[in-house]
């Protein structure tokens, strides 16, 4: 029985993402055919703290994004060092590939090459030993299902339209179970559809599937919100809250002021604390998330203190899913949840770390997908493994998100009824 779990290869392609560019795809066999697969995904508005993600730069292919080094990096240094290992041994898995590499930030083989294979084994882990990857990854007490923050209105980085905010969400705060809350989720969703089609503006989506429309300003973008709520049926501050993810860091000019580039408006720290204050107190807010910037503590620091006690304050670009810089948020009283990517720092089991110290600390977790996604839904199964309750992954619209909310209602399925929501 010891050898069925043995790695007997590892293998790594280039294939594409959602925004058509290329990523690394790994698979991890063991004996008698088994084998795990996992497509890494890749952002835009990207952290500068994040772990590195490899690219050739060679301008020949697809614009400089190939990805063949680090495909190479899998099909040699990375496939020698783990053949002969056993697969259920993650951690062991993750910690072998950290040292390979070498580096603080994984530049050496790539945040990319690293995690296509630290998730292929967790696939690969499961499906030797006949159980689904939540309960591979959770154990017997995975059973929360996460609440979907859904992206439905596009802006920043991700749209090509006038407004600064990147995003947008929904989140359904009275549904009691994840079937019926995505059901909701989808009506407002097509809700706000008519509603910016009434309006006469454009139903083109962003990146992660919501729509991106012109407006006047960024607030008309919380009204329109809540009148597709309403308009649905549902009571907005009951049924739905609304969150927001201002990706903030993408703002920032080198004289530390906050420049937000569709409106050209200049804040100080102090100025964009008020502007969330009162966003807070106007509108039925669940949570912001990097409201300031990734390198802007003392305003993190200030924000937490005016608002940290009424909504979620969520560290994405600030965390980079960093126990070393979560670690320093903790410790200084900075926000109270984190926004955990797997490829922002490159090894399962690093994710699952950081969400394990937020939870000790009493500050929560969200599992997230990238803006660039693929039909990978590994995501979905680690948010019900580590009960953290929360998920963002975008629009019930383009498959590479909908993927995520299908793996879930079958994640759903599979707990019966001890599913908790
Ligand atoms: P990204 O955006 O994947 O482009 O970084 C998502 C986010 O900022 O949460
Ligand atoms: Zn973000």
């Known amino acids: 029985?010891?050898?069925?779990?043995?790695?007997?290869?590892?293998?790594?392609?280039?294939?594409?993402?959602?925004?058509?560019?290329?990523?690394?795809?790994?698979?991890?066999?063991?004996?008698?055919?088994?084998?795990?697969?996992?497509?890494?995904?890749?952002?835009?508005?990207?952290?500068?703290?994040?772990?590195?993600?490899?690219?050739?730069?060679?301008?020949?292919?697809?614009?400089?994004?190939?990805?063949?080094?680090?495909?190479?990096?899998v099909n040699t240094v990375i496939r020698e060092s783990l053949v002969g290992r056993n697969v259920l041994s993650q951690r062991e898995i993750d910690m072998e590939l950290i040292r390979l590499d070498g580096s603080e930030n994984k530049e050496n083989l790539g945040a990319n090459s690293i995690l296509a294979v630290s998730a292929a084994c967790a696939d690969c882990a499961a499906k030797a030993l006949g159980i689904s990857l939540f309960k591979y990854l959770g154990g017997v007490n995975a059973h929360v299902l996460p609440r979907p923050m859904m992206n439905i209105l596009n802006g920043g980085a991700h749209a090509d339209n006038n407004l600064d905010i990147q995003e947008f969400m929904i989140i359904p705060t009275s549904a009691l179970s994840f079937k019926k809350g995505l059901e909701q989720c989808v009506c407002v969703y097509h809700s706000l559809k008519n509603v910016l089609k009434e309006k006469n503006l454009s139903t083109a989506v962003g990146d992660e599937g919501g729509f991106a429309p012109n407006l006047n300003s960024d607030e008309e973008a919380f009204d329109l919100l809540i009148e597709a709520i309403e308009k649905a049926g549902y009571k907005s501050g009951k049924d739905f809250m609304i969150?927001?993810?201002?990706?903030?860091?993408?703002?920032?000019?080198?004289?530390?002021?906050?420049?937000?580039?569709?409106?050209?408006?200049?804040?100080?720290?102090?100025?964009?604390?008020?502007?969330?204050?009162?966003?807070?107190?106007?509108?039925?807010?669940y949570s912001l998330e990097d409201p300031m910037g990734e390198e802007?503590?003392?305003?993190?620091?200030?924000?937490?203190?005016?608002?940290?006690?009424?909504?979620k304050l969520v560290g994405d670009d600030l965390f980079v899913t960093n126990t070393k810089r979560l670690?320093?948020?903790?410790?200084?009283?900075?926000?109270?949840?984190?926004?955990?990517?797997?490829?922002?720092?490159?090894?399962?089991?690093?994710?699952?770390?950081?969400?394990?110290?937020?939870?000790?600390?009493?500050?929560?977790?969200?599992?997230?997908?990238?803006?660039?996604?693929?039909?990978?839904?590994?995501?979905?199964d680690i948010a019900v493994a580590v009960n953290c309750g929360l998920i963002k992954t975008g629009a019930p619209a383009r498959t590479e998100r909908v993927a995520k909310y299908n793996r879930l209602l079958r994640i759903e399925d599979e707990l019966i009824f001890t599913a908790e929501f």
């Open 327 to 380: 670690k320093k948020g903790i410790e200084g009283n900075i926000a109270n949840t984190i926004l955990v990517k797997i490829n922002q720092i490159g090894t399962i089991t690093e994710a699952l770390d950081a969400v394990e110290m937020a939870h000790k600390s009493g500050y929560s977790a969200i599992l997230s997908h990238r803006s660039g996604e693929t039909e990978d839904t590994i995501i979905s």
């Open 243 to 285: 969150s927001v993810d201002a990706a903030s860091s993408e703002w920032i000019k080198s004289d530390g002021e906050y420049h937000l580039p569709k409106s050209d408006k200049r804040l100080d720290s102090k100025q964009l604390c008020d502007y969330w204050e009162k966003i807070v107190n106007k509108y039925p807010i």
């Open 1 to 73: 029985m010891k050898n069925y779990f043995e790695i007997t290869g590892v293998y790594a392609r280039e294939v594409l993402d959602s925004r058509g560019n290329p990523t690394v795809e790994a698979e991890v066999y063991i004996k008698n055919g088994i084998f795990g697969r996992a497509i890494v995904p890749s952002g835009a508005s990207t952290g500068i703290f994040e772990a590195v993600e490899k690219r050739d730069g060679d301008k020949e292919r697809y614009m400089g994004k190939g990805v063949l080094e680090a495909v190479g990096k």
């Open 296 to 311: 802007d503590w003392k305003g993190w620091e200030m924000i937490t203190k005016v608002i940290g006690n009424k909504v």
